[in-house]
Nanobody, 124 residues
Framework: VQLQAYGGGLVQAGGYLRLSCAASGRMFVSYVMGWFRQAPGKEREFVAAIRWSGTTTYYADSVKGRFTISRDNTKNTVYLQMNSLKPEDTAIYYC??????????????????WGQGTQVTVSS
């Protein structure tokens, strides 16, 4: 599986962005897809994950109610709709793919494939 994330940019606080992650590979539909982010000087952290069916999602507390993860298996694409953005959301956002859903689907180590990242900058 190869992943390509895009859609980042500069936005004012309170604004919104929609990230997309295009995946190649016929096994995309079976993978758990996740979004992570990494701010300068900080460790990579979990943002959201979605099961292959799209019916199960999981969010970090810091983004719950503001971000929405979704996927379109016909397009091999996963999305992250980010609303009410805050300066603390500034980071490089990465999409990732994991072979199965587990209780550790919020862990970096659960994911085998990673995209190159897209920068999100939220100004105050």
């Amino acid at each position: 599986v190869q992943l390509q994330a895009y859609g980042g940019g500069l936005v004012q606080a309170g604004g919104y962005l929609r990230l997309s992650c295009a995946a190649s590979g016929r096994m995309f539909v079976s993978y758990v897809m996740g979004w992570f982010r990494q701010a300068p000087g900080k460790e990579r952290e979990f943002v959201a994950a979605i099961r292959w069916s799209g019916t199960t999602t999981y969010y970090a507390d810091s983004v719950k109610g503001r971000f929405t993860i979704s996927r379109d298996n016909t397009k091999n694409t996963v999305y992250l709709q980010m609303n009410s953005l805050k300066p603390e959301d500034t980071a490089i956002y990465y999409c990732a793919a994991a072979p199965r859903w587990t209780r550790y689907s919020d862990a970096v180590s659960a994911y085998d494939y990673w995209g190159q990242g897209t920068q999100v900058t939220v100004s105050s």
